[in-house]
């Protein structure tokens, strides 16, 4: 079976929920940029056209995921009252997709109304034919953390309070971007000379073993074939990643999460602690997968926790 097939069952199994699907009604559409100057490197042999579907087919018109991303994207709100810190998220769909949704808009406005200069990022995917393979993902988003740092000047953020938080495939992505620091493309503009490192990681029932048991199989099929080498495996695990020098990482993750296992939370809080790093953990009996961050009309528990962790760690 292709890999890209595996839409349907991908769906059924709830990767579509790596976003809150909450909204507000009669919100203007979100405006994304493209991230970089002309064609995303190392398309050449990319020839799939960019798709935008629905995300359930009795959900909101625009409850929509991209598939065959061609063109990576940011998107930002600022903050009426800014703390001079900001955030890069990062939806999930298991690597076959983008899972952006609806609640877009309100999730970049939850961090927005925190203080938050709110980024959003629409990734390539992996499945597709692009030249740097699995590390097509991180190349954007490396280059959107980038952008932020070099329009902070204008934004009035500090460049070294920038965070990032991902959600299920997404927090495999996001743990890549804070836990490597090896190049991922050439420069292609000023903007490239920024350093790259980020204050803080939040990883919400993210993706972290693959190759092992807990591992998420659409995840790691997507990303790395069917029947990964054992080396291959590993240089794809960001718990391996982490080292004394990586950021505090603050990771929830629902103990009864049928699509994502509690074990990928758990060995990524389990490396952390190994390296020394400044690490929190909210790991709900209940839950499953892709909670986020409202609850019954509320903000969920761990969102005050996680900010005040961030505030303790300087973001």
Not at 8 to 32: D, K
Not at 87 to 114: C, E, H, K, S, T
Not at 213 to 221: L, T
């Amino acid at each position: 079976m292709a890999r890209r097939t595996l839409l349907g069952l991908s769906a059924a199994l709830g990767i579509a929920t790596a976003l809150p699907a909450f909204g507000q009604p009669g919100s203007a559409p979100l405006t994304f940029e493209p991230i970089w100057p002309g064609v995303a490197p190392g398309g050449e042999k990319v020839t799939e056209p960019e798709q935008e579907i629905p995300r359930s087919p009795t959900g909101p018109k625009d409850d929509t995921a991209f598939l065959h991303v061609r063109t990576p994207t940011m998107a930002h709100i600022a903050p009426a009252k800014p703390n001079g810190a900001a955030i890069l998220l990062i939806p999930g769909g298991g690597y076959l997709r983008v899972a952006i949704g609806n609640g877009g808009r309100a999730l970049l406005q939850f961090f927005a109304d925190r203080g938050y200069h709110a980024y959003l990022l629409k990734y390539r995917l992996p499945g597709d034919p692009w030249t740097a393979g699995p590390d097509a993902p991180l190349q954007d988003a490396q280059r959107a953390l980038r952008l932020i740092k070099a329009e902070a000047k204008a934004t009035g953020v500090a460049t070294d309070r920038i965070g990032v938080m991902g959600f299920s495939a997404g927090g495999h992505l996001a743990a890549m971007l804070a836990y490597r620091s090896d190049e991922t493309y050439r420069p292609v503009d000023a903007a490239d000379a920024q350093p790259l490192g980020v204050r803080v990681a939040g990883l919400l029932y993210p993706v972290a073993l693959m190759g092992v048991p807990g591992a998420h199989k659409g995840s790691q099929d997507q990303l790395l074939g069917e029947k990964p080498t054992p080396e291959k495996a590993l240089r794809a695990r960001t718990d391996a990643r982490i080292n004394p020098a990586s950021p505090p990482t603050f990771i929830a993750h629902a103990i009864d999460d049928r699509v994502v296992s509690v074990d990928n939370g758990l060995a990524l809080l389990a490396s952390l602690r190994r390296a020394k790093r400044p690490a929190e953990a909210y790991l709900p009996e209940v839950g499953g997968h892709g909670f986020g961050v409202m609850l019954d009309g509320q903000p969920a528990p761990w969102t005050n926790l996680f900010f005040a962790f961030a505030k303790r760690r300087g973001l």
